[in-house]
Antibody, heavy 119, light 108 residues
């Protein structure tokens, strides 16, 4: 069974940094692309960033380009996102997600980790 | 980035109704469109991918289609009580991926 567990969330001041981690189990991690998707309280889904199976291809939403960096460690079955220059509008529940078996869209999701950016 | 515009943003319907949700892409894309269902406090669930492919174990009353190059629709042929939720279209054609803003389907 696919299992994704996010960690590293919390409260941070505007301009601060956080690093989220996602521990994966129940599947062959290096076979799949991964993404981070977020959802602000009471709002819709926002795709944040993604990475292919070996880390060679990454992509970012315009809203986080230049501030967030996605990475993975296949030896540790882990996904990360380094979030710098955080803004109040980055406040959200952040989901780690694994690609679908047949397509590069998020299909398996963690339960999410809350990031709150507030002064 | 490819922007997705869903309509309507909310919809009231009754059990047994046929409903259609539309998603318009800002640029022409291939068939890399999916539809998600999300219930309050739950994680999103893929319902349709590749415009019209039904995800495993999703009831056949759900269907997806394309009109022209930029318009995509999700249709629920006969609403069931468990279908009341928020639905999102999603494009995975190219980075950056994007979601539509969502359509909240409520009971009339």
């Amino acid at each position: 069974e696919v299992h994704l567990v996010e960690s590293g969330g919390g409260v941070v001041r505007p301009g601060g940094s956080l690093r989220l981690s996602c521990a994966a189990s129940g599947f062959t991690f290096h076979d799949h692309g991964m993404s981070w998707v977020r959802q602000a309280p009471g709002k819709g889904l926002e795709w944040v960033c993604g990475i292919n199976w070996n880390g060679g291809v990454t992509g970012y939403a315009d809203s986080v380009q230049g501030r967030f960096t996605i990475s993975r460690d296949n030896a540790k079955n882990s996904l990360y996102v380094q979030m710098n220059s955080l803004r109040v509008e980055d406040t959200a529940l952040y989901y780690c997600a694994r690609d679908h078996d047949f397509r590069t869209l998020p299909n398996y999701w963690g339960q999410g980790i809350l990031v709150t950016v507030s002064s | 980035a490819i922007q997705l515009t869903q309509s309507p943003s909310s919809l009231s319907a009754s059990v047994g109704d046929r409903v259609t949700i539309t998603c318009r892409a800002s640029h022409g894309i291939t068939s890399a469109i999916a539809w998600y269902q999300q219930k309050p406090g739950k994680i999103p669930k893929v319902m349709i991918y590749d415009v019209s492919s039904l995800e495993s174990e999703v009831p056949s009353r759900f269907s997806g289609s394309r009109s022209g190059t930029d318009f995509f629709t999700l249709t629920i042929s006969s609403l069931q009580p468990e279908d009341f939720a928020t639905y999102y279209c999603h494009q995975f054609n190219s980075y950056p991926y994007t979601f539509g803003q969502g359509t909240k389907l409520e009971i009339k």
